[in-house]
């Protein structure tokens, strides 16, 4: 089935350093790919998503770029802020047609920067 | 313009009751689906509904139940409430197929 793996978190990084979250996904058909972003205490809020491959989805500083080739789509951000703590998730969609209410997520990192 | 609105935020309850959590879509958007979110398990989809059918089922057991108005508001049932169906119910509102979710806040369920 389809499925979602982010890496092993949690991650801790100092105020201004450089983030990468790795996400590789397996699909059975041409996903759209997500990556989703939880505050404490609040529910899901979309960062960025692609639609198809060699597309970059961006927001925020936060770039991630759907590799078809290497079924990937990692979250990168050049100068990270104590406000960027929170659970990223990424998640992908065999959207269109009847299933666009349904998500694979993965598990989730945790991201906690210091000031 | 109103987001996605869930009540109630947090509910305890007892093994073997039944609960009903609301969703409030945004206005406008016909897809409304459901996840369960567990620190063990991550986010799951439970179902999702689109012009009061259900259109897509996760697995879960039968306990788990939904059902869609014609507003779009929807509902989800838990009957005979076990210990790990304590969780963070999110329902989420959709308008596109390219699958972006709006997402509520959440119903937090703690089953005592």
């Known amino acids: 089935g389809d499925s979602v793996t982010q890496m092993e978190g949690p991650v801790t990084l100092s105020e201004e350093a450089f983030l990468t979250i790795n996400c590789t996904y397996t699909?059975?058909?041409?996903?759209?790919l997500f990556w989703y972003v939880q505050y404490p205490g609040e529910g899901l809020q979309l960062l960025l998503k692609?639609?198809?491959?060699?597309d970059k989805g961006s927001n925020k500083g936060f770039e991630a770029t759907y590799r078809k080739e290497t079924t990937s789509f990692h979250l990168e951000k050049g100068s990270v802020q104590v406000s960027d703590s929170a659970v990223y998730f990424c998640?992908?969609?065999?959207?269109?047609?009847?299933?666009?209410?349904?998500?694979?997520f993965g598990q989730g990192t945790i991201l906690t920067v210091h000031p | 313009k109103a987001g996605v609105t869930q009540t109630p935020r947090y509910l305890i309850k007892t093994r073997g009751q039944q609960v009903t959590l609301s969703c409030s879509p945004i206005?406008?958007?016909?897809?409304v689906s459901w996840y369960q979110q567990t620190p063990g398990q991550g986010l799951q989809f439970l179902f999702e509904?689109?012009?009061?059918?259900?259109?897509n089922k996760g697995n879960f057991p039968g306990r788990f139940s939904g059902r869609q108005f014609s507003n779009s508001r929807s509902e989800m049932n838990v009957s005979t409430l076990e210990l790990g169906d304590s969780a963070l119910y999110l329902c989420?509102?959709?308008?596109?197929?390219?699958?972006?979710?709006?997402f509520g806040e959440g119903s937090r369920l703690t089953v005592l």
């Open positions: 509904y689109f012009s009061e059918t259900q259109r």
């Open positions: 206005s406008g958007h016909r897809s």
């Open positions: 699909a059975t058909g041409y996903p759209s």
């Open positions: 998640a992908l969609s065999l959207a269109g047609g009847t299933s666009y209410g349904k998500l694979t």
């Open positions: 692609a639609t198809k491959a060699d």
């Open positions: 989420a509102s959709s308008f596109s197929p390219d699958g972006e979710l709006f």
